[in-house]
């Protein structure tokens, strides 16, 4: 039991030394981090912005962030070093929960004094890379300056009239830069770094303006002039050669290019680039347009030139074919119905050719009197050219349209003999029959055949005909005399067929006298001028009393009558 005990307590004593030896390595370890704080860098920094000069906001940053550091490390160094000590005590009597909860406390201070001294030195550096920001700009500033000095200085010709301008921005902005300097110096950082954006700004303005003006006032004083002398001598060339220009006025454009030209200048001795620039995009914009239109007239002077002559006998030929035309309408208008206007397009027409043609003649007055315009004649051309041979295609149809009608009417004065012919031989078919008489349907369609032959007739009698009028006509007498050549064939195969069956039946009277009866009913109709109804009672009863006779009866005429009629 003793040997028990002796091990517990040993057992314990190592648990309490373990505990002890780790505590006390921990304690170390935080007492080295509080001398890693940062302090030595602020302490650092410090040193090194007193020989600064700060002044002005630069300095109330500095001293604000300064007095917060050494109020950090008043206020934390002693609770550190108050915390540090509780903690080695209870270790070292081996109090360690106390220990334990001096760590976590010391824990929290490092931690509150890390965030402040972190919160200073950022300050801190943000103070001093102001000041070094400053320096490397301002320097970057006075090399542009003296760049953009050096090249006033060496090219003033370039800028012209812009030069005193100019040289009045070099002395405000060498007077900015002293201002900036004595800013600078005075070590009011904020300050200065205001100054300096200003200053900036008006650098790069003045660097812009060098590079902007030369090339606006190379035009103003070399390419514009250059070109005004140019269109001035062609136009004066062109007007001797008898161009003109219409509404046009080239003198006036011209003067009012010299007068842009002027204000433009001024603009630039003004430093007024924006509206400089804008000037002369209109008189670029102005000297083309001057271009265009004396190598437009030039262009259409070839062209007129060479489609005068083209034009004036392709109008001629027109107006001699609408002539033409014309007489032709006016005689066949006195014989024929003209149904779809040929005659007052025609005349329209001829209207139109002389709008051209008188059109044409101011031209070539024009030409003559050395005024012309040739841009605008150019422009009369191309439309009567156009215009033209549409006319010649419409003239053309109209001719073709009326080509037929004298051929049209032959054609119809046949047709109605035809037609007349027709109707002849159908009489003469029934005729030849000897028939008792003929249905009264038939006899009024034969009628009305005959009176739309005649009525026709006299429509092509008249003096002046309807040609579509009588084709409408005559295609319905074609439908009509179809129908009447039909009914006639009916009639005469009815009564043909009739007979043969009479005949054919005279075979079966004795085994079948009901074909006796049936011939006399048939006989009957046949006296009151039932031709197919005759048939139809003979066709009946045979085929009634002998089945199959009436198809062989029916087969036999058929065949006799295609043979006479291939005989005729």
């Known amino acids: 039991m003793l040997i028990g005990l002796v091990i517990i307590i040993v057992g314990a004593a190592a648990v309490v030394l373990f505990l002890q030896r780790r505590n006390r390595h921990e304690i170390a370890a935080l007492d080295q981090e509080v001398g890693n704080l940062g302090s030595a860098q602020i302490e650092k920094h410090i040193q090194a912005m007193r020989t ?39 270790n070292n009597q081996f109090r360690f929960s106390k220990t334990k909860a001096a760590i976590v406390e010391l824990n929290s201070l490092i931690s509150g004094a890390k965030s402040r001294y972190k919160q200073v030195l950022t300050a801190l550096t943000q103070i001093r890379q102001d000041e070094e920001q400053n320096r490397t700009q301002l320097a970057k500033l006075k090399k542009t300056y003296q760049e953009t000095r050096k090249t ?28 900036v300097d004595e800013v600078s110096a005075s070590g009011d950082h904020h300050a200065a770094h205001e100054r300096i954006q200003q200053l900036a700004g008006h650098v790069h303005d003045l660097a812009d303006l060098t590079a902007q003006i030369p090339p606006l006032l190379t035009e103003l004083i070399k390419e514009f002039p250059e070109q005004l002398t140019e269109l001035q001598g062609g136009y004066d060339q062109l007007v001797k050669q008898s161009y003109n220009f219409g509404t046009l006025d080239i003198p006036a454009k011209l003067t009012a290019i010299q007068v842009g030209i002027d204000n433009s200048k001024t603009a630039l001795a003004g430093l007024n680039v924006s509206a400089a620039k804008e000037q002369n995009t209109a008189l670029a914009a102005s000297i083309d347009e001057l271009y265009d239109a004396m190598e437009q007239e030039m262009t259409a002077r070839k062209q007129v030139e060479a489609d005068s002559d083209r034009i004036t006998k392709f109008i001629g030929h027109a107006q001699r074919q609408n002539h033409l035309l ?3 309408l006016d005689h066949l208008d006195q014989s024929y119905s003209l149904n779809h206007d040929e005659l007052p397009t025609a005349q329209k027409l001829r209207t139109e050719l002389v709008e051209f043609d008188n059109e044409h003649q101011i031209d070539l ?3 003559a009197d050395k005024q012309a315009t040739y841009s605008q004649i150019a422009a009369h051309y191309a439309k009567a050219d156009t215009r033209l041979r549409e006319i010649e295609q419409e003239q053309h149809d109209i001719n073709q349209s009326v080509s037929g009608l004298r051929a049209g009417e032959e054609s119809a004065n046949q047709a109605l003999d035809n037609f007349a012919r027709d109707l002849h031989a159908i009489r003469r078919e029934l005729e030849a029959a000897k028939l008792p008489g003929l249905p009264t349907t038939f006899k009024e369609h034969v009628a009305h055949v005959a009176t739309e032959i005649d009525d026709i007739g006299k429509q092509l009698g008249k ?17 009509d005399m179809d129908d009447l050549q039909q009914d006639a064939t009916e009639i005469v195969d009815a009564v043909g067929l009739m007979a043969a069956l009479i005949q054919a039946s005279n075979r079966y009277r004795e085994e079948h006298p009901e074909l006796k009866d049936a011939a006399t009913k048939a006989k009957a109709q046949y006296a009151q001028v039932q031709y197919k109804e005759a048939a139809d009672t003979m066709a009946t009863a045979l085929e009634k009393a002998v089945p199959g006779s009436y198809r062989h009866v029916e087969d036999a005429y058929l065949n006799e009558k295609t043979a006479t009629d291939a005989s005729v």
């Open 463 to 479: 003096i002046k005909i309807d040609l579509d009028d009588i084709n409408q006509q005559l295609i319905g007498l074609q439908s």
């Open 326 to 328: 014309l007489i032709e």
């Open 152 to 179: 006033l200085l060496a090219k003033n010709f370039a800028f012209g009239d812009s030069m005193p301008a100019l040289e009045g921005r070099l002395k405000e902005l060498a007077d900015e830069f002293v201002a």
């Open 52 to 90: 600064l000069n700060l002044n002005g906001e630069s300095l109330k940053a500095f001293t604000k962030w300064q007095r917060e550091y050494q109020k950090t490390s008043e206020e934390f160094a002693a609770q550190i070093e108050t915390a540090l000590m509780d903690a080695e005590n209870a």
């Open 365 to 367: 007055q024009a030409i």
